[in-house]
């Protein structure tokens, strides 16, 4: 019988802390403790279910996400037996693709308005080890994947999505070379600029925390982590942006604008710069910061 709170695989669940415990040689006290380790490499990805949600012709949208336990490795899973859909076909929409670290909401699937209690199985497996997201059409998993729970500003109220579309100098690329695309944009204006984020006060400068005499310290030797990719992001004005996204794809990409904030009133023009040869699903997502649109670009890196 199902659990009303547990949309899941209980590896899966979007907000879990990975809990590592490593054999310690006898002697390892005065060593760091293990269970905050974050690391580079190594570890599996999992998906997530990320909520349901109701379109205006009565049918539902299934919301996925996806967890890389690794803080730098790309991990690239074709669609196949190890990345697939179990409830119809085995190829909708899901990546192959996954940035290191949370990505929520990356893609949905419609299902039909009479779903009922039927259930949509993500099952994704890296390392050997086969994770699994399932959804279904449970009251307490209903979202709204704009707003998700917070009260509309009257400018939200009245803000239209803006539109974007894309064009591409060409369908292939053969490396080292890059790939120019134009955005064409259009925007209302609304909801109106983006607030800075502001610090917690009292947050202005983070504590220096010192561990007691007592605790064990890390090794002087303990490479420091580096950073893993992100989505390439393109401001075009204190409102609109735009952001790059590979769904699929053997690495990820970099996107530029041709000069910094092109302006919302002219088209765009940006240049990709790909890294491995292969073939690419990129998605393009121009935000107001409310609502947005996208477009997807296909290439071929050779």
Avoid: C
């Amino acid at each position: 019988m199902r659990t009303p709170s547990i949309g899941i695989r209980p590896a899966a669940l979007p907000g879990l802390v990975l809990v590592l415990v490593l054999l310690l040689p006898a002697g390892a006290a005065t060593q760091a403790d293990p269970f905050n380790f974050r690391f580079t490499s190594g570890q599996s990805v999992a998906p997530f279910f990320d909520g349901w949600s109701r379109n205006p012709d009565g049918t539902f949208e299934m919301h996925f996400g996806y967890i890389n336990r690794n803080h730098v490795e790309e991990v690239h899973v074709p669609i196949g037996a190890d990345n697939l859909l179990e409830s119809g076909p085995e190829d909708q929409g899901q990546p192959t693709f996954f940035y290191p670290r949370v990505h929520r909401q990356v893609f949905s699937v419609t299902v039909p308005a009479d779903f009922g209690d039927r259930e949509l199985i993500w099952s994704l497996t890296v390392r050997g080890q086969r994770q699994q997201a399932i959804a279904w059409l449970d009251a307490v998993w209903e979202i709204d994947p704009i707003l998700r729970g917070r009260e509309p500003t009257d400018a939200q109220r009245a803000n239209q999505a803006p539109s974007l579309s894309i064009s591409a100098a060409a369908s292939t690329v053969a490396l080292p070379d890059t790939l120019a695309v134009t955005a064409t944009m259009r925007d209302d204006e609304l909801p109106g600029p983006r607030t800075p984020r502001v610090r917690a006060r009292g947050q202005e400068t983070p504590p220096a925390l010192q561990p007691p005499p007592d605790e064990p310290r890390a090794p002087v030797n303990v490479p420091v982590l580096r950073r893993g990719t992100r989505p390439s992001e393109v401001t075009i004005d204190d409102q609109l942006r735009i952001t790059w996204t590979v769904l699929r794809g053997p690495a990820s990409v970099t996107v530029e604008a041709d000069r910094p904030e092109p302006g919302a009133d002219e088209p765009a023009t940006m240049t990709v710069t790909f890294s491995k040869p292969g073939q690419y699903l990129l998605r393009a997502r121009l935000s107001d910061g409310h609502l947005f649109d996208d477009q997807e670009l296909a290439v071929t890196v050779g």
